[in-house]
């Protein structure tokens, strides 16, 4: 089992950067495939990044593409979104998530633990 707990969020203005972190704890986290998800306020979560265990395969929302980087440090037991160009629709609530099987495109990434959220507002 692995506790994750997400960080960095904040009020930003559009063309801002911002960087988030989740930390994890408990199993070891190259274990997981982790990746990032986001809720605005009356929509469904929707997938963002998957990056699989050891950082060597990436996928990214065709919408986000060349805006965010996801990365993980293993060692720390830390993952990372690296979001640039920040525009008031990426306004949201972002989760990070952990999947057991090694799979990072959306239709696989079946998400086995989530974090708690942390809230990113973007203002124009």
């Known amino acids: 089992q692995v506790q994750l707990v997400e960080s960095g969020g904040g009020l930003v203005q559009a063309g801002d950067s911002l960087r988030l972190s989740c930390a994890a704890s408990g199993r070891t986290l190259s274990s997981y495939a982790m990746g990032w998800f986001r809720q605005a306020p009356g929509k469904e979560r929707e997938f963002v990044a998957a990056i699989s265990r050891f950082g060597g395969t990436t996928y990214y929302a065709d919408s986000l593409k060349g805006r965010f980087t996801i990365s993980r440090d293993n060692a720390k037991n830390m993952v990372y979104l690296q979001m640039n160009s920040l525009k008031p629709e990426d306004t949201a609530v972002y989760y990070c998530?952990?999947?057991?099987?090694?799979?990072?495109?959306?239709?696989?990434?079946?998400?086995?633990?989530w974090g708690q959220g942390t809230q990113v507002t973007v203002s124009s």
């Open positions: 998530a952990a999947n057991r099987k090694d799979y990072v495109t959306p239709t696989l990434f079946m998400s086995d633990y």
